[in-house]
């Protein structure tokens, strides 16, 4: 049974950069049949694409963050990790990790609380 | 890359049907069978009831049918049930290994 697991501080201050890592369990990253990627959605609001990572290390990001944003894998560790600069308020959100097939999300991680608050 | 359009609500009696649509451009929707239908019931993480248009995870009740017709996808839930109360949201292959949501639809049973 796949499961993803996102870790990371709950807590982040203006301006500095949010990490989260998600744990891939019960099936290899290393898979040629999917990619995996992030989304976020803010409080209250709808889902945001984020961006998308394949095991070889090639990236794809959501134009409007891809300055940004910074995802890398570790599939050694079977896991794969977000960076996000320059934070605000405006970034303060539910992180998740997921499993791509055919570009969109199959499975999906339980989702991390980020807040951005000084 | 611009939100999927989704209705901001739907509502139904149980037992009866109800479609929510997901209009895009010829740029995602139009272009790729490769669209999503996620349920997420508060505080918990979206689960999908629809892959590839039309097609249903394993688990996923008979009552979830998803189509495709041009721009526009749809999910129809028939025999609604008190369970099926939650936010929806589409997803669709943009290319490039891009891919867009939409603004969510509240489903509520009557």
């Known amino acids: 049974q796949l499961q993803l697991q996102e870790s990371g501080p709950g807590l982040v201050k203006p301006s500095e950069t949010l990490s989260l890592t998600c744990n891939v369990s019960?099936?290899?990253?290393?898979?040629?049949?999917?990619?995996w990627g992030w989304i976020r959605q803010p409080p209250g609001k709808g889902l945001e694409w984020i961006g998308t990572?394949?095991?070889?290390?090639?990236?794809y990001y959501n134009p409007s963050l891809k300055s940004r944003v910074t995802i890398s894998v570790d599939t050694s560790k079977n896991q794969f990790s977000l960076k996000l600069s320059s934070v605000t308020a405006a970034d303060t959100a539910v992180f998740y990790c997921?499993?791509?097939?055919?570009?969109?999300?199959?499975?999906w991680g339980q989702g991390a609380l980020v807040t951005v608050s000084s | 890359q611009s939100a999927l359009t989704q209705p901001a609500s739907v509502s139904g009696s149980p037992g009866q049907s109800i479609t929510i649509s997901c209009t895009g451009t010829?740029?995602?929707?139009?272009?790729?069978?490769?669209v999503s239908w996620y349920q997420q019931h508060p505080g918990k993480a979206p689960k999908a009831v629809i892959s590839?248009?039309?097609k249903r995870p394993s688990g996923v009740s008979n009552r979830f049918s998803g189509s495709k017709s041009g721009n526009t996808a749809s999910l129809t839930i028939s025999g609604l049930q008190a369970e099926d109360e939650a936010d929806y949201y589409c997803?669709?292959?943009?290319?490039?290994?891009?891919?867009?949501f939409g603004g969510g639809t509240k489903v509520t049973v009557l």
């Open positions: 997921a499993r791509l097939l055919y570009g969109v999300p199959d499975y």
């Open positions: 019960g099936g290899s990253i290393s898979s040629s049949n999917y990619y």
């Open positions: 990572i394949y095991y070889s290390g090639s990236t």
């Open positions: 010829s740029s995602d929707v139009g272009s790729y069978d490769v």
């Open positions: 590839e248009v039309n």
């Open positions: 997803c669709s292959y943009a290319g490039n290994s891009k891919l867009v």
